[in-house]
């Protein structure tokens, strides 16, 4: 009846006044200067900030909403025929996201007082009304002043407030129709997270840390801590979703697969379309091609993020929970559950020393991609071609900024920002601006796909490296902003500006690493940044790895001297690179930093400075020379007389001498460790370097004037 209808409007109208719109201003006050953030005097001038505009565009919205409220009460509903103009938007809530240090949060104090008006320092006064409302976000309240706490309500957010499964629960609504996931697909998807992801989460909780974690005092862990399994679930679904895209993404299926003629007048085939039915039908062994995808992913997610020292324990437990799994996966026994890809068309794991892909054998003259660096290669081209933003971290020397540059950065457009103390925000902020928005008004000038849209590619290099101010860091916080709201608020005109057009990827050295200045030159990324990225540690290689490693590049430089000048060039390069890294981990382990000595810090990039330091010299000019010039040498023969070729390989073992020298003994001070030093250099040079006199008096032995 009319009645009715007359009180369902009335309750309508009521029920849109208790609830009504909420505008959220999102602001990072630590990603800005205090200035910037509420203004000051610049040439006698006053200069707004951000503040003040957010503040000043909640009371002029308050102040059309109300004039249109009271215009209207003037006026019959049934009989207005004005267009409704007002304001959309009846609350604001300004939500400051960060730690809550004095030096913005002590000019907000009038806020939160009952006059509830912001006093600026030009002598105005904005006042804020009852429909806006101030949240602090933050996770502890240790910078913060009682001042400011005294005049807020606390609430704090427990790990009861957000789990795990709610993420997989909402990629799940959407997943059947982005991919061809069939019913029975999800199923196996349910029971292996069913099966694995509680037990692993309490593992890695009690037995397991992350590597920017490990070896931190309890406080700094405890200030960093996440939901357990929330950034290992997060990073697994991203992970997924990319190889999904790669291989079943429903909107490209369709032209990869050969459907049956008799099939063209189903609905996937009108439409052009896969559907999951017509995958099964075509992949038989696509139930195994799922399990594969989840195995690969779930190793990398909960094991790729954690340090050395775990990587083995992990590897373990993971091999034998999914194989004890409802869905059971069997892995190979052999090595650790890293060593192994997915392969496409067999769905069955595969070393990576056997994947069939010649383009990754050598990228470039100086960079070799060996199996223990291909799989980062492909987890970094998997991820950046999904537009997911990926976190390095490992040893210094372990080759994270290489890898990035040969392999991902010369090949799409990309930016590189080395972090460091004399990086302000407002450099880093219109550096990624510019590029950012250049990039996206290309793909507006282009007719091209949300897939095909290309995005500029910022390379982060040393995030720990970033200037800390007070307790925060503000470039980090920059980048936080970006890839939690996709943008931030413009400096200068104050407007928010969407950086859709631009992807990360970073590299960090671990913080308790000796040598990497804790605290001082290199700090510990905050946990609300991290969990961000898609963390990978690049693990440490194997001593037959690091071996293989940098005598390629020293055999190669050895054949290209003349012919009868140098002989046996594999055998030659071996001693020299098996010499180097053992002498390597003596002056490691002898040599170690102290409060008189923090200059003793040896890493892998010493090793690789003797490597470079020796193709420096050219052989064909380093042949003329030395038939020109005798070096000055004391070599003893009980051959007689004296060939080339052990002339011009002792001049190369001298080199190597002098390189060692260069790279390691020249930060030694004392003339003990100089004495000890000398002595390991004479001993390896004996061992790997000069023949022992046989029965026939063949061979030789040299001894090289210090």
């Known amino acids: 009846s009319a009645v009715d209808i007359d009180e ?36 006698g001038m006053w200069i707004g ?69 912001l006093s600026l320092g030009s002598g105005e006064q904005i006042y804020l009304q009852g429909t806006t409302s101030l949240i602090f976000e933050t996770c502890d309240l240790k910078t913060a002043s009682p001042s400011i706490v005294s005049r807020c309500s606390v609430v704090h957010c427990g790990p009861s407030t957000m789990s795990w499964s709610a ?13 061809q996931l069939s019913p029975v697909g999800v199923t196996i998807l349910d029971d292996l997270i069913s099966d694995i992801f509680p037990s692993t989460v309490k593992f890695l909780t009690s037995e397991c840390c992350t590597a920017l974690l490990t070896d931190l005092d ?44 008799d099939n063209s007048s189903s609905a996937g085939a009108d439409s052009g379309l896969a559907t999951s039915s017509q995958m099964e039908s075509v992949k038989a062994d696509w139930g195994e091609t ?74 470039t003259g100086d960079f070799i991609v060996i199996p223990e660096v291909d799989r980062y290669v492909y987890l970094l081209e998997m991820l950046t071609s999904a537009h997911r933003p990926v976190l390095l971290n490992g040893a210094p020397g372990v080759g994270k900024t290489s890898l990035v540059k040969h392999t ?51 390379f982060i ?25 996709g943008g931030i608020y413009d400096r200068q005109w104050k407007p928010f500006q969407m950086i859709k057009s631009a992807s990360f990827i970073a590299a960090a050295t671990f913080p308790s690493m000796p040598g990497s200045g804790l605290g001082s030159s290199s700090h510990v990324i905050s946990s609300r940044l991290s969990r961000q990225f898609i963390s990978l540690t690049v693990f440490s290689q194997s001593d037959d790895t690091l071996q293989n490693l940098y005598s390629r590049p020293l055999q190669t430089w050895l054949e290209e001297f003349p012919v009868h000048t140098v002989e046996h060039h594999c055998e030659f ?26 200059h003793y810090i040896f890493s892998l990039h010493d090793v690789s400075r003797v490597v470079q330091g020796m193709l420096l010299m050219t052989p064909r000019s380093a042949a003329r020379n030395f038939t020109a010039k005798k070096k000055e040498v004391y070599v003893s023969y009980s051959k007689v007389g004296q060939n080339n070729v052990n002339s011009m390989m002792t001049v190369i073992v001298q080199l190597w001498c002098h390189e060692v020298s260069r790279c390691f003994a020249d930060r030694i001070i004392s003339t003990d460790d100089k004495n000890w030093f000398n002595q390991m250099v004479q001993n390896s040079v004996l061992k790997y370097f000069c023949c022992p006199h046989d029965e026939t008096g063949q061979g030789f032995s040299c001894s090289l004037k210090d």
């Open 573 to 598: 390069a071996k001693a020299m690179s098996q010499a180097l890294l053992e002498l390597y981990q003596l002056v490691k382990t002898r040599l170690l930093p102290c409060p008189s000595l923090p």
């Open 8 to 43: 369902l409007a009335e309750n309508s109208l009521q029920n849109l006044a208790d609830y009504p719109k909420i505008d959220v201003a999102h602001l990072f006050p630590c990603a800005m200067t205090p200035s910037e953030f509420l203004g000051t005097f610049k040439n």
């Open 408 to 458: 991902v950065l010369s090949k799409q457009p990309s930016t590189t920002v080395t972090m460091s103390p004399g990086l302000t925000t407002s450099i880093l902020q219109n550096l990624l601006v510019s590029h950012g928005l250049a990039t996206q008004n290309t793909n507006h000038a282009t007719t091209s796909t949300p897939l095909t849209k290309q995005k500029h590619l910022f």
């Open 218 to 261: 309890q406080a700094t862990v405890t200030a960093n801590h996440v939901i357990p399994g929330l950034t290992e679930v997060s990073a697994f679904l991203h992970m997924l979703s990319a190889m999904l895209d790669k291989f079943s993404r429903r909107a490209h299926a369709g032209k990869n697969m050969k459907i049956r003629k």
């Open 167 to 179: 993420l997989y629960f909402h990629w799940k609504q959407n997943a059947s129709t982005l991919w």
């Open 461 to 485: 290099d040393d995030l720990s490296m970033a200037s800390v101010v007070g307790g925060y860091n503000p470039n980090l916080e920059l980048i936080r902003s970006i890839l939690t709201f």
């Open 290 to 363: 799922i399990k594969g995808m989840f195995a690969f992913c779930y190793i990398w997610a909960f094991g790729g993020h954690l340090h050395d020292r775990f990587k083995e324990h992990f590897s373990k437990f993971a091999h034998d929970t999914l194989y004890r799994s409802r869905q059971s996966v069997r892995l190979p026994i052999s090595g650790l559950v890293f060593d192994y890809y997915l392969d496409e068309n067999t769905a069955g794991f595969v070393r990576w020393s056997d994947r069939q892909n010649q383009g990754h054998a050598k990228l």
């Open 49 to 117: 900030g951000i503040l003040e505009k957010i503040v000043r565009d909640s009371y002029l919205i308050w102040y059309s909403t109300k004039t249109v409220a009271e215009n209207k009460k003037t006026q019959d509903r049934k009989n207005a025929k004005i267009q409704d103009d007002s304001p959309s938007v009846l609350q604001r809530w300004l939500v400051f996201d960060g730690d809550l240090d004095p030096s913005w949060t002590e000019g907000m104090k009038t806020l939160l007082d009952d006059t509830k008006y």
